[in-house]
């Protein structure tokens, strides 16, 4: 069985909105805004003075953010990889689980102060996965 077998059995309406969906994200991806991740320092600042509005889509980007590297981090499981961070398998994490665990490492991060500020916290958040969920 392949991870992507599922989309062997789309029905039609589901192959209109797939379809709909990559011409979206095609559109997305030739067009002239660009797009960057968040680094350490913009984090800082969102955290400590950014409205609500940006609080918010700050925390729906570090949410996306622990999605992706769940989903890599099963299809490597699936293919016999070694795995970024090893989350047990009944315990399943939200967008305040990811806030959380990027919060204390970026705590001690500026604790520390030893890093280039402008790294991003996609890096963050992972290093702080791998520490919270180690494998063995």
């Known amino acids: 069985c392949d991870v992507f077998t599922f989309w ?3 029905t039609e309406k589901e192959e209109v909105m797939r379809t709909i969906n990559i011409i979206l994200v095609l559109v997305l991806m030739v067009s002239s805004v660009p ?3 968040i680094n350490f320092d913009e984090y800082k600042a969102i955290k400590t003075s950014g409205n609500s ?3 918010l889509a700050l925390e729906y980007y570090i949410s996306g953010l622990g999605s992706g590297f769940f989903t890599a981090n099963t299809v490597l499981k699936y293919e016999g990889n070694t795995q970024f961070y090893c989350q047990p398998e009944k315990l399943l994490l939200k967008s305040v689980n990811y806030m959380k665990i990027l919060e204390e490492k970026a705590e ?3 604790t520390a102060k ?3 500020t402008k790294v991003p916290i996609d890096m963050i958040l992972l290093q702080g996965l791998r520490d ?3 494998c063995k």
Do not use: C, Q
């Open 108 to 110: 001690k991060l500026d």
């Open 35 to 37: 797009v960057f991740g």
């Open 114 to 116: 030893s890093y280039n």
């Open 132 to 134: 919270t969920f180690p």
């Open 8 to 10: 062997d059995r789309l």
């Open 53 to 55: 509005s940006d609080k």
